[in-house]
Nanobody, 117 residues
Framework: QVQFVESGGGSVQSGGSLRLSCAAS????????MGWWRQALGQKRELVGE???????VYGDSVKGRVTISMDNTKHTALLQMNDLKPEDTAVYYC???????????WGQGTQVTVSS
């Protein structure tokens, strides 16, 4: 079981910026990867960005160059900085935390991001 505290979602105009924060806590396993996925209405959930505890990052193709993810390992807090936001970035953004094997993988409750043109 993982407890998540997510913050930072909201509404912004096209071209604006938002920063999402996600703090995860668990005593059941060591968190190895944290990140965000997003799901727009009627669409599949897609990768925004993930980061490992040693700093390796991966980003979704649709956001590359516009987002940066970072993590404070001691606090298990991940930050997602999103710049040059577009209306197509509108979605519910879900924080994810998992162990090294992937067998322990949990999702936060999600936070809405709305970008208006």
């Amino acid at each position: 079981q993982v407890q998540f505290v997510e913050s930072g979602g909201g509404s912004v105009q096209s071209g604006g910026s938002l920063r999402l924060s996600c703090a995860a806590s668990t005593s059941d396993f060591s968190i190895y990867i944290m990140g965000w996925w997003r799901q727009a209405l009627g669409q599949k959930r897609e990768l925004v960005g993930e980061i490992t505890s040693d700093g390796t990052t991966v980003y979704g193709d649709s956001v590359k160059g516009r987002v940066t993810i970072s993590m404070d390992n001691t606090k298990h807090t991940a930050l997602l900085q999103m710049n040059d936001l577009k209306p197509e970035d509108t979605a519910v953004y879900y924080c994810k935390a998992r162990d090294f094997t992937g067998r322990q993988s949990f999702w936060g409750q999600g936070t809405q991001v709305t970008v208006s043109s």
